[in-house]
């Protein structure tokens, strides 16, 4: 099912993936012309982190932003092992297919950093680039802890949280202003009926969340094995990747390079110049390499 909307810049749809589960994604259709992108996002949020970035995008190339089961607009599970991490590249792979799109770059921030880096490992001859925004090779990165104590799925009025989300991160998004931080927030967050905010992401995903992180505390070997483009956003004020780790994976694979992103903490908006530049790079080698057909184009 789709739905187009001429004031949105993207059509929406729902995918049927199993296990009773419909996945939510916008297609930002664009140009035909440039390789497409997928945007996965992070562990607790949802294809709206990506509307700035797909609006920028999508003159010259097809852009998709799914929400990840139990996240934004797709279903909620009843036993988090419906939440594995393998299970979410596969619906991956299953809207791509659906959608016609053959070959990609990923854009992937903390969850979607990491299915991407998966993803490139098993079938590079599919993933013709990825960007990592703020993110290494270990998946519990040492500020995933301070966002942790953050969360609670309590309803809130939308000043309240902004505020909260100010407190926490104002040290990560200096220039920020009351306005910016009401935006942050309706990015993460739904509104109820009642007029109030809560997080839009099911609370059964962190119990897989524990377990992949238990079984997989790394992806050096995937990363370190890539062979396609890799471009590595840093925010200068992260506490999620540090620069000594950034450095390290560019050293050790020729195909990556390390963007710092200045005045930015967790994560880079992605459209910043400096995100845009190196953002730009990697579509830049994927499309000189693009086949004259490719199919969804």
Same mark, same amino acid.
């Given at each position: 099912?789709?739905?187009? !909307?001429?004031?949105?810049?993207?059509?929406?749809?729902?995918?049927?993936?199993?296990?009773?589960?419909?996945?939510?994604?916008?297609?930002?259709?664009?140009?035909?012309?440039?390789?497409?992108?997928?945007?996965?996002?992070?562990?607790?949020?949802?294809?709206? $982190?990506?509307?700035?970035?797909? %609006?920028?995008?999508?003159? +010259?190339? =097809? *852009? #998709?932003?799914? $929400?990840?089961?139990?996240?934004?607009? !797709? @279903?909620?599970?009843?036993?988090?092992?419906?939440?594995?991490?393998?299970?979410? #590249?596969?619906?991956?792979?299953?809207?791509?297919?659906?959608?016609?799109?053959?070959?990609?770059?990923? &854009?992937?921030? @903390?969850?979607?950093?990491?299915?991407?880096?998966?993803?490139?490992?098993?079938?590079? /001859?599919?993933?013709?680039? &990825?960007?990592?925004?703020?993110?290494?090779?270990?998946? @519990?990165?040492?500020?995933?802890?301070?966002?942790?104590?953050? *969360?609670?799925?309590?309803?809130?009025?939308?000043?309240?949280?902004?505020?909260?989300?100010?407190?926490?991160?104002?040290?990560?998004?200096?220039?920020?202003?009351?306005?910016?931080?009401? !935006?942050?927030?309706?990015? !993460?967050? =739904?509104?109820? +009926?009642?007029?109030?905010?809560?997080?839009?992401?099911?609370?059964?995903?962190?119990? /897989?969340?524990?377990?992949?992180?238990?079984?997989?505390?790394?992806?050096?070997? /995937?990363? +370190?094995?890539?062979?396609?483009?890799?471009?590595?956003? %840093?925010?200068?004020?992260?506490?999620?990747?540090?620069?000594?780790?950034?450095?390290?994976?560019?050293?050790?694979?020729?195909? +990556?390079?390390?963007?710092?992103?200045?005045?930015?903490?967790?994560?880079?908006?992605?459209?910043?110049?400096?995100?845009?530049?190196?953002?730009?790079?990697?579509?830049?080698?994927?499309?000189?390499?693009?086949?004259?057909?490719?199919?969804?184009?």
């Amino acid at each position: 099912m789709n739905t187009a !909307s001429e004031t949105t810049g993207y059509k929406a749809g729902m995918l049927e993936v199993g296990q009773g589960h419909r996945l939510y994604y916008r297609d930002y259709t664009g140009a035909t012309t440039g390789t497409p992108v997928l945007c996965l996002p992070g562990f607790w949020r949802n294809a709206r $982190d990506f509307e700035q970035l797909a %609006r920028h995008l999508s003159p +010259a190339r =097809r *852009v #998709i932003t799914p $929400d990840m089961r139990g996240r934004g607009n !797709s @279903t909620r599970a009843s036993d988090f092992s419906e939440y594995r991490f393998e299970t979410l #590249i596969d619906d991956v792979w299953k809207l791509a297919d659906h959608l016609g799109v053959e070959r990609m770059v990923l &854009i992937g921030t @903390t969850l979607g950093a990491f299915m991407s880096i998966q993803m490139a490992h098993d079938l590079p /001859e599919r993933v013709a680039g &990825i960007v990592l925004n703020d993110v290494g090779t270990e998946t @519990t990165p040492p500020g995933s802890k301070r966002l942790s104590g953050t *969360v609670d799925h309590e309803e809130w009025p939308l000043e309240v949280v902004a505020e909260k989300a100010k407190a926490t991160n104002q040290k990560y998004f200096p220039e920020f202003g009351e306005d910016d931080w009401k !935006s942050f927030i309706r990015l !993460s967050h =739904r509104e109820t +009926a009642s007029g109030r905010f809560v997080r839009d992401f099911d609370p059964l995903t962190g119990e /897989e969340t524990k377990r992949f992180r238990a079984d997989k505390p790394s992806l050096w070997n /995937e990363f +370190a094995g890539l062979t396609v483009p890799v471009a590595m956003l %840093r925010g200068e004020l992260s506490d999620f990747l540090s620069q000594d780790l950034g450095e390290r994976m560019a050293a050790a694979n020729p195909n +990556a390079f390390l963007t710092v992103v200045a005045g930015r903490g967790h994560p880079p908006l992605l459209t910043e110049p400096q995100s845009l530049a190196a953002i730009e790079k990697v579509l830049a080698k994927a499309d000189s390499q693009r086949p004259a057909m490719v199919a969804g184009s």
